[in-house]
C-alpha cells in the first residue's frame, strides 16, 4: 500500500487516529466523530482494491489499543462496517454527496451498535441514547471529509 503514493493514505489514517484520541472538552466529547471509520470508509470508496477490510482491522485493532478497549471490538466493527462500504462501492460512489452522508450514518450507526453489542457480551455494558451522537457529527461531517480527501487524492495523483 506504501508504493505510490500510499504513504497519503496512511498519513491520513494516521491523523484520523490521532484525532480519535485528542482530549477534548467533557461537552463535546459525545459527539466526537469517528474520525477512522470516516476516513476508511472514504478510502475503501476511492480505492477499493488498496483499501479494504485488512485495513480496517488493523486500524481498528490500534483504535482498541488505543482506547483501552477488549482487543478486537472495534477491529471486528470496523471491519465489518467498511466490508458493506466497499462491497457496494460502485452504488454509493453513484449518490449525491448528502446521499452519501446518510450511508455513512448508517455505517456509523452499525459501528457503535456493534461495538456496543461486542463490549455487552463481554463485559457489563449499559445503553445511552448519547451513545449513537457520533453518528450525527459523521453525517455533517462527512461532506466536508468526502471534499478534502478527494482534493488531495487528485492533488497526489493517488490511484
Same mark, same amino acid.
Request: charged share 10%; net charge positive.
Given at each position: 500500500?506504501?508504493? *505510490? *503514493?500510499?504513504? =497519503? ?8 487516529? /490521532? ?5 477534548? %472538552? ?6 466526537? %466523530?469517528?474520525?477512522?471509520?470516516? $476516513? ?5 470508496? !476511492? ?25 478486537? $471490538?472495534?477491529?471486528?466493527?470496523? !471491519? ?7 462491497? *457496494?462501492?460502485?452504488? =454509493?460512489? *453513484? ?7 446518510? =450511508?455513512?450514518?448508517?455505517?456509523? !450507526? ?23 451522537? %457520533?453518528?450525527?457529527? !459523521? ?18 495523483? /493517488?490511484?
Amino acid at each position: 500500500m506504501l508504493a *505510490n *503514493n500510499g504513504i =497519503i493514505v496512511v498519513l491520513s489514517l494516521l491523523l484520523a487516529l /490521532i484525532a480519535s484520541i485528542v482530549p477534548m %472538552p467533557h461537552s463535546v466529547d459525545a459527539f466526537r %466523530p469517528d474520525w477512522v471509520l470516516v $476516513v476508511l470508509i472514504y478510502w475503501s470508496l !476511492a480505492l477499493p482494491n488498496r483499501v479494504s477490510v485488512f485495513t480496517a482491522w488493523v486500524m481498528g485493532f490500534l483504535l482498541d489499543v488505543l482506547l483501552g478497549s477488549t482487543l478486537g $471490538v472495534h477491529a471486528g466493527a470496523m !471491519a465489518l462496517s467498511v466490508y458493506i462500504a466497499a462491497v *457496494n462501492f460502485q452504488k =454509493i460512489r *453513484n449518490f449525491s454527496l448528502w446521499q452519501q452522508a446518510l =450511508i455513512v450514518g448508517v455505517l456509523a !450507526a452499525l459501528y457503535h451498535l456493534l461495538v456496543f453489542w461486542l463490549q455487552r457480551v463481554l463485559t457489563d455494558v449499559v445503553f445511552l441514547p448519547g451513545y449513537l451522537y %457520533p453518528v450525527l457529527s !459523521a453525517v455533517v461531517l462527512w461532506p466536508w471529509v468526502f471534499l478534502l480527501l478527494r482534493k488531495i487524492r487528485r492533488h497526489f495523483k /493517488i490511484s
